[in-house]
C-alpha cells in the first residue's frame, strides 16, 4: 500500500508540473458535477452516475465588494446589460470585480438557462445546454485611471501629476450558445476506464462594443473654481470607436437576425482516464462513488471564432490635441459605451466592422487524487490556447492554476479552490457548497473584503434536479 501511495504522489507531482486548471472552480471538478463538469470537459457525460440530469438554472458572475449595496440593481449582468440598455450602466459596472489584478481587466457573466444530460445505456450519453455569456476586457488602463472610474471625478480626488500612457483598449462582447454534446466511454476494466467526447456549439445573438486608442500622456486635475470636482486631461489622443449593433432594447425576435446580431460556431475536445479501483464501501452494496486513486483529464473548450458581418454595425476613427474628461462625460462613456465616445468626440473615418473574433480558446488539464474515500484533492491549469497578439478583440480569459481540496457524496459538495491567476499578486481563496439541488460558491472571498490587489471575485448561484443510475453488486 505504501508503495502504491508513493507511486502515485511521484506522478501527481509530475503532472502538476504542466497542469491547467479550470477557471470555474467547484462543481467542475466533482465526479457529480455533471452539466457543470461537462461544459469544460465534454468526455464525463460518458459513464455518467446520472441517468439525467436537468439544470433548471444557474448564474455567474464578477463582482467586487459594492455589489451587495446595490443588490437587485441588475448590476450582476452588467457585461450581458451593455448591448441593450443605458440605464445606469456606470454605477452597475463599478460593482463588477476584475479577476486580474492591474493588467489586463477581465470582467465575466453567464446564464446557463435550463438544459438536460441524457445517459444512453451504460457507456454513451449526451448533453444539451443553453447559454448566455458576457465578458468586458481591457488592456493597458493605468490604475489611476481605473481609480477615478471607481470613486468617480466629484468627489475630491487626489490630483495625478502627468504621465505616460500609450496604446489601450476596451472590449465588451455578449452572445448566447447553443451546444449538443456526446461521450462515450471506450474502457471499462476493473481499475481502468478511459472517456471521450466532445461538444458542437452555435453561437448567435452576439454583439461587440469596443474602444482602442494612443494617449501620449495624461493627467488628472482640480477643476478651477473648485473645491472636490477634478477632470481627466488626454493629450495626443487617438481613437478608434466601433461596434456591430447600436444600443438597444433587447428584442428576442431580433437575435437571430444577421442585419443585427453576428453569430459562429465552436466545439469543445475532452478526454479522461480513471486509474485504481481501491476506495470501495464494504458495508453500502449500493454505492455508487469513485473508487479510483487517480483521475486525470485533458480538455479543449471554445475552439472557433464569431463574424462580424453586421448590415448596422460602425466604425470611427479620430484624434484630439487635448480631450478633457469630467463626470458627465465619464458617465456617458461609462452608461453608453463605444456609442457614447462617438457622440463626445468627431470623427475623421467612418466605415463598417468586418472581423471574425476568437472566442476565449482554453486548454485544460487536470490531476484528481483520491486520498481517503470521499476526499480529493485536485491540481488543475487553465491556459489560453493560441492567443492572437495583434487583435485585442479576441476573447479571452486568464491563465489559472488552482489546488482543489474538495469532500463529495451524492447529495453533497464542498469545495476549497486556492487559485493562482497569472499577474496576480495575491492567491485567491474561494469556496463552494453543493446541497441536494442547490450550490453557491465563491471563487476569491478575500477579494471581496479586502481592497488590495485584485478585486473580484466570480460569484455561482445554481439549481439542478437529476436521477442516479440504478446500480448492482
Known amino acids: 500500500m505504501k508503495k502504491r501511495l508513493y507511486n502515485l504522489t511521484i506522478l501527481i507531482s509530475f503532472f502538476a508540473s504542466t497542469a491547467y486548471a479550470q477557471q470555474i472552480p467547484g462543481l467542475v471538478a466533482s465526479n457529480y458535477g455533471g452539466l457543470y463538469r461537462a461544459t469544460e470537459n465534454p ?13 433548471l438554472g444557474t448564474i455567474g458572475s464578477s463582482i467586487n465588494h459594492r455589489y451587495f449595496v446595490f443588490l437587485g440593481k441588475n448590476s450582476l449582468f452588467y457585461p450581458l ?16 470585480g476584475s479577476l486580474t489584478d492591474k493588467n489586463p481587466i477581465y470582467l465575466a457573466s453567464e446564464i446557463r438557462w435550463p438544459s438536460a444530460m441524457f445517459s444512453i445505456g451504460k457507456y454513451q450519453g449526451v448533453a444539451f445546454q443553453l447559454r448566455t455569456r458576457g465578458f468586458v476586457q481591457g488592456n493597458n488602463v493605468p490604475e489611476e485611471i ?10 475630491g480626488l ?15 462582447q455578449s452572445f448566447s450558445e447553443l451546444s449538443a454534446s456526446y461521450g462515450v466511454q471506450l474502457l471499462d476494466l476493473e481499475a481502468h476506464k478511459l472517456r471521450v467526447g466532445t461538444t458542437v456549439k452555435r453561437v448567435f445573438g452576439a454583439r461587440i462594443g469596443y474602444v482602442k486608442g494612443s494617449v501620449k500622456d495624461f493627467q488628472v486635475r482640480q477643476v478651477a473654481g473648485t473645491s472636490d470636482e477634478n477632470e481627466l486631461v488626454l493629450n495626443n489622443f487617438s481613437y ?34 480513471e486509474l485504481g479501483d481501491y476506495w470501495h464501501n464494504k458495508e453500502e452494496a449500493f454505492d ?12 479543449l473548450t471554445d475552439i472557433g471564432s464569431i463574424k462580424y458581418r453586421t448590415k448596422n454595425s460602425r466604425v ?43 472566442l476565449p480558446q482554453a486548454f485544460h488539464l487536470e ?107
Open 43 to 55: 468526455s464525463v457525460i460518458a459513464g455518467s452516475r446520472y441517468k439525467w440530469q436537468v439544470n
Open 81 to 96: 446589460l451593455a448591448p441593450h440598455s443605458k440605464d445606469e450602466l456606470y454605477g452597475r459596472s463599478r460593482t463588477m
Open 146 to 155: 481605473r481609480n477615478l472610474y471607481f470613486k468617480r471625478l466629484d468627489t
Open 158 to 172: 487626489a490630483e495625478v501629476a502627468r504621465q505616460e500612457w500609450g496604446d489601450f483598449n476596451l472590449v465588451q
Open 240 to 273: 478608434e470607436s466601433g461596434y456591430s449593433q447600436a444600443n438597444q432594447k433587447l428584442n428576442l425576435g431580433d437575435i437571430f437576425s444577421s442585419d443585427k446580431y453576428a453569430a459562429g460556431w465552436g466545439y469543445d475536445l475532452g478526454v479522461t482516464y
Open 288 to 299: 455508487q462513488s469513485p473508487t479510483y486513486l487517480l483521475r486525470l483529464a485533458a480538455s
Open 316 to 358: 470611427v476613427t479620430g484624434s484630439q490635441e487635448q480631450a478633457v474628461i469630467g463626470q458627465k462625460e465619464l458617465e456617458i462613456i461609462g452608461n453608453e459605451g463605444a456609442d457614447g465616445l462617438m457622440n463626445l468626440y468627431p470623427a475623421t473615418a467612418d466605415t463598417t466592422l468586418n472581423r471574425n473574433v476568437k
Open 367 to 473: 490531476a484528481d487524487v483520491q486520498l481517503v474515500k470521499g476526499f480529493f484533492v485536485t491540481l488543475a491549469q487553465t491556459k489560453r490556447y493560441r492567443p492572437r497578439t495583434n487583435n485585442p478583440l479576441d476573447l479571452t480569459q486568464p491563465n489559472v492554476f488552482t489546488i482543489t481540496p474538495r469532500f463529495e457524496d451524492e447529495d453533497s459538495d464542498f469545495a476549497f479552490p486556492i487559485s493562482f491567476i497569472q499577474g496576480n499578486k495575491k492567491v485567491a481563496l474561494g469556496a463552494m457548497a453543493h446541497f441536494g439541488p442547490f450550490f453557491i460558491g465563491l471563487s476569491n472571498i478575500n477579494g471581496l473584503v479586502k481592497k488590495g490587489g485584485a478585486r473580484g471575485s466570480m460569484a455561482y448561484l445554481g439549481f439542478s434536479v437529476w436521477k442516479l443510475k440504478g446500480w448492482k453488486k
